[in-house]
């Protein structure tokens, strides 16, 4: 199989994959318990999330490894069993793709130190992330989603940890916020055209924004990346809308409709994959596989 880029080069549209968390707590993940170990404990269901998003029309499905570095493991006294976890978690989304021509893109998150305050080193961070990218590697992995980003200093570890020690692809995206000044940035106060910048000199093959936003703010951002890189490929994960609560719950309000009619605008914006966040359902990816599928017709 060949490369995701290769199909973007070529000028393909792709569809990704949308939210994880919601399907392992209808299956049963208690809160406290930790994700990831699902991987290994019920593989069956965490392959069929998978399965759920390649019926649907993703072109790509993520893996059950977004909290999986030792950091992150650690509170759950799992640190010494990153290789195992991550492995499992690509394999699980590998056994689901089989033959369908889909690839697997390895969840790949923040660990949550802070390297302003000095809680951590970039060493430290690069040999925690390359950890989790072998591990990607051998359970089948095509790709490397870096994800939920707010510190450029940790996304370029995390990119030059996938990329000088396996043959992976890297994708890196980053979560920004609307400031009150109505401008866009990271938690750490990082803007759209200097994360898309960081991320490609460093070595991301694809870089984009996840989480944060629903589909019409995301055209924005994709805007202010595109424009800073206009050579490179960009990857949205969207929100089903911004969350609200509602009868105590937290909810997202964007129906599948709604996502999708976003898609084309977000597509001209200048998205090459498009996907969902928080809320996001396979009901959602397949209207935005139809959304996108529609306007790739328009254009033949």
């Excluded at 998003?53 to 977004?66: C, H, K, L, P, Q």
């Excluded at 396996?166 to 938690?187: H, P, Y």
């Excluded at 944060?212 to 703010?217: D, H, I, K, L, Q």
Aim: proline share 3%; aromatic share 6%.
């Amino acid at each position: 199989m060949g490369k995701i880029t290769d199909l973007l080069e070529s000028g393909k549209i792709l569809v990704s994959d949308g939210a994880w968390g919601t399907f392992l707590h209808t299956l049963g993940l208690k809160p406290g318990e930790c994700p990831e170990l699902w991987s290994v404990s019920h593989e069956d269901e965490v392959s069929g999330i998978a399965e759920r998003y390649i019926r649907a029309g993703a072109d790509m499905v993520e893996t059950n490894s977004f909290g999986g570095s030792r950091f992150k493991l650690r509170h759950f006294g799992l640190a010494d069993r990153a290789p195992e976890i991550n492995e499992a978690a690509a394999r699980a989304s590998r056994r689901a793709v089989g033959d369908t021509g889909r690839f697997v893109i390895a969840s790949m998150g923040p660990t949550g130190e802070m390297l302003v305050t000095e809680d951590v080193t970039e060493d430290e961070l690069y040999e925690a992330f390359r950890e989790q990218a072998e591990a990607f590697e051998r359970g089948g992995a095509d790709a490397v989603c870096i994800e939920t980003m707010s510190d450029l200093r940790e996304a370029v570890c995390a990119i030059k940890a996938v990329k000088e020690n396996t043959s992976l692809e890297v994708i890196a995206t980053f979560t920004f916020d609307r400031t009150k000044q109505g401008t866009d940035r990271t938690m750490m106060g990082l803007s759209p055209e200097d994360a898309a910048r960081g991320a490609v000199e460093a070595g991301a093959d694809i870089t984009g924004t996840n989480c944060g936003n629903g589909m019409e703010r995301m055209c924005g951002i994709v805007k202010e990346m595109k424009a800073a890189c206009p050579d490179s490929f960009i990857l949205v994960h969207a929100n089903a809308g911004l969350p609200a609560e509602r009868d105590g719950q937290t909810i997202f309000p964007e129906t599948p409709d709604v996502m999708a009619r976003h898609v084309r605008t977000l597509i001209e914006s200048g998205a090459n994959i498009v996907g969902g966040c928080c809320g996001t359902t396979p009901e959602h990816i397949s209207a935005i596989k139809r959304e996108k599928d529609a306007y790739t017709a328009s254009r033949a």
